[in-house]
């Protein structure tokens, strides 16, 4: 049985992989920052409900210690809770680097205990191709036209730190995925992208996938940073 925890899974990307693993048969901790919100995700498929806020320290202490309380360890942590700041203010860029990178960095750290009493465990962070600096700059590639400075400056710090991270634990598999442009509250000022129930499939067989470690990927494969 493999233990899964996700970030930001009570809607979206995050909700629909955690229904598609659930269906597979994994035990999934579906972190969400509002109680309300995530018992009636956790409810309506099958997982259980962990209270997590990506970017409060006792949150996160509080979601892993349950989960070692239950299980005593993790297989797999997919770091998914996300925010979109368009405006380009101080604050705005606070928000996004606390959330998108500082929240990578308390999960994964909060988790690698857990993580390390697995026989195969895996951390997958849901980065982004519009934090690819090769996406970004390449006439032709749809990230090239995108202006989200601080929406990719962020997922470029996300990409680091699994890079980072996969060089420091060599016996953990960390992955940065871009999970494909999907039509979510995210996105919903862009009005862009396939459904949600896609690129959770991709996330999933981005789980499955035995690539090496430390790589930024999307559904075709590796991408250039
Ligand atoms: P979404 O539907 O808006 O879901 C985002 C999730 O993150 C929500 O559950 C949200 O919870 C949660 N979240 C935000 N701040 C949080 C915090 N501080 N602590 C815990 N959870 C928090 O968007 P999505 O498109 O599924 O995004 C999922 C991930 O995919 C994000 O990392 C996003 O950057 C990435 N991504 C998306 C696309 C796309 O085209 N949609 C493309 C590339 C990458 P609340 O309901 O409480 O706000």
Redesign the pocket.
């Known amino acids: 049985m493999t233990i899964t925890l996700i970030?930001?899974?009570?809607?979206?990307?995050?909700?629909e992989t955690a229904r598609q693993l659930v269906a597979q048969g994994h035990v999934v901790y579906l972190?969400?920052?509002?109680v309300e919100?995530g018992t009636a995700a956790a409810r309506s498929i099958g997982a259980r409900f962990v209270q997590?806020?990506?970017?409060?320290d006792a949150s996160v202490a509080a979601a892993v210690a349950t989960i070692k309380d239950a299980e005593g360890r993790l297989d797999v942590l997919v770091?998914?809770?996300?925010?979109?700041e368009t405006e380009l203010t101080g604050t705005a860029a606070l928000r996004a680097f606390?959330?998108?990178a500082v929240?990578v960095v308390r999960v994964t750290e909060a988790a690698l205990p857990l993580l390390r009493r697995s026989r195969g465990p895996r951390v997958l962070t849901?980065?982004?191709?519009?934090g690819s600096f090769w996406a970004v700059t390449t006439p032709g590639r749809p990230e090239h036209g995108l202006s989200l400075p601080l929406?990719s400056a962020s997922?470029a710090a996300a990409t680091m730190l699994t890079v980072q991270y996969a060089k420091a634990h060599p016996d953990i598999r960390f992955t940065a995925l871009?999970?494909?442009?999907?039509?979510?509250?995210?996105?919903a000022g862009l009005g862009?992208?396939r459904s949600?129930e896609d690129?959770a499939r991709a996330v999933v067989a981005a789980l499955d996938g035995d690539g090496p470690s430390g790589t930024l990927r999307d559904e075709s494969g590796a991408l250039p940073w």
């Open positions: 970030t930001g899974a009570n809607k979206g990307i995050g909700y972190g969400a920052r509002s919100r997590l806020d990506v970017t409060d770091n998914n809770a996300g925010v979109l606390d959330t998108n929240g849901i980065s982004s191709s519009a929406y997922k871009e999970p494909g442009t999907t039509a979510t509250d995210l996105t862009i992208g949600a690129s």
